[in-house]
């Protein structure tokens, strides 16, 4: 079976606008075969997914967020496929929302995808360190599991919506974005932020 | 003679609040002697410097512009001593000021002493080879000249001030900055800034 990559991922993602996890399915399925993954999220019936497949998101809007009173600033680049809809309201309310979750949660970077190689072998090597008294046979999964569950914490699109009131009904960012993308019928991509905390 | 170094210039500059310029003077009358620069900065009548030496920067106001509608975006992090000047109107104009001309003039850097010296010797073959029929012994002189020249233009701190009208009355950023010093009585920093254009 073929290697499923992070930038074969990312090229299905931003071909279908389709989330992570599916496209990874949908690669693992079709043996890493970019186009037939794409005619698998259309027969899975993500026909919004299909409908978007190869549209750039380069339209969008620069959003900031001032938080108190000046001492933590934010700017994010939310990007959409037309200057249409990077003027609705709904656009712009979800700019603004991603604008403030990540003054709330101050990820590291957006996707797990993006986090690189350098940051999760100095992580692994913290997580291997910690569980050296552990049998070796359970030390690798005991390593990778903490991992997968540290990067979800720093990528943007794996944090909690933070105005989601319980865990029961919270939602990633990354289903905020899907949904966006479906009521607005573009491919919607979170492509880069800034943090800046006073003397920090 | 000993060699006035770009560390010991931003060294005096943040001990004194002074200019990049009255600094590398008075540290080449100086001999690179730091504490004696300080000593002739404050003899020359810069009192205000003398005040605000050592004392360190860590208050302030992170400030955004966004501009266009939200196809550029602005993030800067100003610095003062205290809480109590970070609140004050004419600390926080300067906050703004800062901002928008970072999104007029599109600065790659905060000070010339932040430019790395890759990006400069990158700059320098451009030059040279542009220079490589004239004579040999004018050849340094051209290429530190349109260096120096190109350093000024991307460096914040040695950009014009966009609302001031002719070139005549224009200020630069560093200017205004110790103008805001002076008024405020406080060591005043840019610390750093980012730029977000939308499909950059």
Redesign the interface.
């Known amino acids: 079976m073929s290697e499923i990559t992070a930038g074969m991922v990312k090229e299905l993602r931003e071909k279908t606008g389709a989330g992570m996890m599916d496209c990874k399915k949908a690669l693992q399925e079709s043996g890493g075969d970019v186009e037939e993954a794409i005619t698998l999220l259309r027969k899975q019936g993500l026909a919004a997914a299909a409908k978007r497949a190869g549209r750039a998101a380069?339209?969008?809007?620069?959003?900031?967020?001032?938080h108190q009173?000046?001492?933590?600033?934010?700017?994010?680049?939310v990007?959409c496929e037309t200057d249409f809809v990077?003027?609705t309201d709904r656009f712009k309310q979800f700019?603004r929302d991603v604008a403030l979750n990540v003054a709330a949660m101050k990820p590291l970077y957006v996707s797990v995808d993006d986090v690189p190689e350098e940051y999760k072998d100095k992580e692994r090597s913290i997580y291997a360190e910690q569980a050296k008294d552990r049998p070796e046979a359970a030390r690798e999964k005991i390593v990778e599991g903490k991992l997968a569950k540290h990067l979800k914490e720093i990528a943007l699109l794996e944090q909690p919506f933070f105005r989601d009131a319980t865990e029961k009904t919270q939602r990633t960012m990354e289903q905020l974005r899907a949904e966006a993308s479906a009521e607005l019928g573009e491919n919607i991509t979170i492509r880069?932020f800034?943090i800046?905390?006073?003397?920090q």
Chains 1, 2 share one sequence.
């Open positions: 380069n339209e969008g809007a620069v959003e900031s967020y001032i009173g000046g001492k933590l600033g934010v700017l994010v680049e990007n990077a003027r700019a880069r800034a800046f905390q006073l003397g």
